[in-house]
């Protein structure tokens, strides 16, 4: 298995709604990824796992909360969103964070907050 | 900091012309680079890398030198077809960042084939 699947492919949640990104790789990868991407720009990093630990959390608000459960899954809660933080939501993974390994991404996660 | 610069697109194309996509980066080590490839719809794929200087990267017919003289890394394919087209990101991963691998990517570029 060489793939990581994100799950819903497509998601439109309200402001006050809570609902969670959920993303699983079964490569026996230690680092997993959340990246968010808007319409033409690349994608930018949101958080960083390491072994199950938050590794690296790049200023993001507390409106977006991950988790890392054990080390196959990655979840994203989502909770007070703004209509601005419509994007698609990219998952990775690699084998660990060394910066020679590839990081193998999910189809993405198209989150519309209306 | 880092930083990757990409040529701005869209670049639109016939059927079997040859294609450069021009990359060039800033970085305070020793990067890795890599072009990923993002198909309408879909998440990014990895489409080559280069882990030092002089490397060449290839793969389904793309190929990228790593040119540390130049601090460039273009993209390049013979003949491109209609299943190419698609957004081209180059990317680079410093060895020396406390980060790990954190990929710093250019800004993308759109690529259309026609028929």
């Known amino acids: 298995d060489t793939e990581v699947t994100q799950t819903p492919k497509h998601l439109v949640m309200g402001m006050t709604n809570k609902k969670s990104l959920k993303c699983e790789q079964h490569m026996g990868h230690r680092a997993m990824y959340w990246y968010k991407q808007k319409a033409k720009k690349p994608p930018e990093l949101m958080f960083v796992y390491s072994y199950e630990k938050l590794s690296i959390n790049e200023s993001v608000p507390s409106r977006f909360s991950p988790e890392c459960p054990n080390s196959s899954l990655l979840n994203l809660h989502l909770h007070a969103l703004q209509p601005e933080d419509s994007a698609l939501y990219l998952c990775?993974?690699?084998?660990?964070?060394?910066?020679?390994?590839?990081?193998?991404f999910g189809a993405g996660s198209r989150l519309t907050v209306l | 900091g880092n930083s990757v610069t990409q040529m701005e697109g869209p670049v639109t194309l016939s059927e079997e012309a040859f294609l450069t996509i021009n990359c060039t980066y800033t970085a305070t080590g020793y990067p890795s680079l890599f072009w990923y490839v993002q198909y309408p719809g879909e998440g990014l794929q990895l489409l080559l890398k280069a882990t030092k200087a002089d490397d060449k990267g290839s793969n389904k017919g793309f190929e990228a030198t790593y040119r540390k003289e130049t601090t460039s890394f273009h993209l390049e394919k013979g003949s491109v077809q209609v299943s190419d087209s698609a957004v081209y990101f180059c990317a680079l991963s410093d060895k020396n960042n406390n980060a790990g691998n954190m990929l710093t990517f250019g800004g993308g570029t759109r690529l259309m084939v026609k028929p």
């Open positions: 990775a993974s690699s084998q660990t964070t060394v910066s020679f390994n590839v990081l193998t």
